[in-house]
C-alpha cells in the first residue's frame, strides 16, 4: 500500500482551499489531516496489526496489547475464536468464570469489553499459551514535512473530502455549503468501506471546546 507525506496531502488539501494559507495556516491544516487519517482507520480498519498475548492461569480478563487500538479477531492454536458478547457468553454458559481449559476444552470465543479489555472462555488454568489478537493499529500522527502515512489511492479522495469538509464548516456562507456537500460525499464513501455493523453517523461531526479553540487562533 503506498504512502503519503504530510506535504503532499497538504498541498492536495490547499487545493480544495484555493490555496489560502492565511485562513488556513500550516498547524491547522496538519491538525485536520492528522485526525482525518485518524478516524478513517478507526472507520475502515486500514492500518491492521497482530500482537501476541500470553495467557495467565486462571485469567479471564486480559487487556488489549499495545500496538492494537481496536480489536477484531483472536485466534488459538491456529483457530480463530468465536466474537460473542459478555451476555450471550453468560446466557450460553451459566457457569462461564468457572470454566477452564483442559476440562472444558480450549478456548474457543471471545468477547470485547470496550476497546481495551476482553475476556476468553474457557480460561487456561495452566498459563503459558499464546492468543494471537488481531484489529486495527493505531496511527503515528504527522508533524513533519516528510512524515508519512499508509494510505491506498482509492482513499485519498474520501481524505480530502473530509478535511477540506472540516476546516470549512465553520466559516458559514457560501463556503459552509459547499464544505457541507464535502462532508456528505466523505459519508457516502466511507460508508462503503466500513466493516462494523450498526455505524451511524451524525449529521456534522461536533468539535470539542478545544478544537474550536484552535481553530478561532488560527484564524
Sequence with gaps: MPSYTLSVLSELLYDQLDNNTGLYPQAQITGVLNDATRKLNNLTGLEENTVNVTTTAG?????????????????????????????????????????????????????????????????????????????????????????????????????????????????????FAGASLSYQAFIREVKELIPWAGMVFPRYFVESAQENAEGRSAT
Design 59 to 175: 485469567t479471564l480478563v486480559y487487556s488489549t496489547p499495545s500496538g492494537v487500538f481496536i480489536p477484531t479477531k483472536l485466534y488459538f492454536q491456529g483457530k480463530e475464536l468465536q466474537k460473542a458478547s459478555l451476555r450471550e457468553i453468560g446466557t450460553r454458559f451459566r457457569n462461564w468464570a468457572i470454566q477452564s481449559m483442559p476440562t472444558f476444552g480450549p478456548i474457543a470465543r471471545w468477547a470485547p469489553i470496550g476497546l481495551n479489555q476482553f475476556v476468553i472462555h474457557p480460561f487456561d488454568s495452566v498459563g503459558g499459551n499464546t492468543i494471537e489478537v488481531q484489529g486495527v493499529a493505531p496511527i503515528t500522527p504527522m508533524a513533519s514535512s516528510g512524515d508519512t502515512v499508509t494510505l491506498d489511492d482509492d482513499l485519498v479522495p474520501t481524505l480530502i473530502d473530509y478535511c477540506r469538509g472540516r476546516t470549512m464548516l465553520k466559516i458559514g456562507g457560501r463556503a
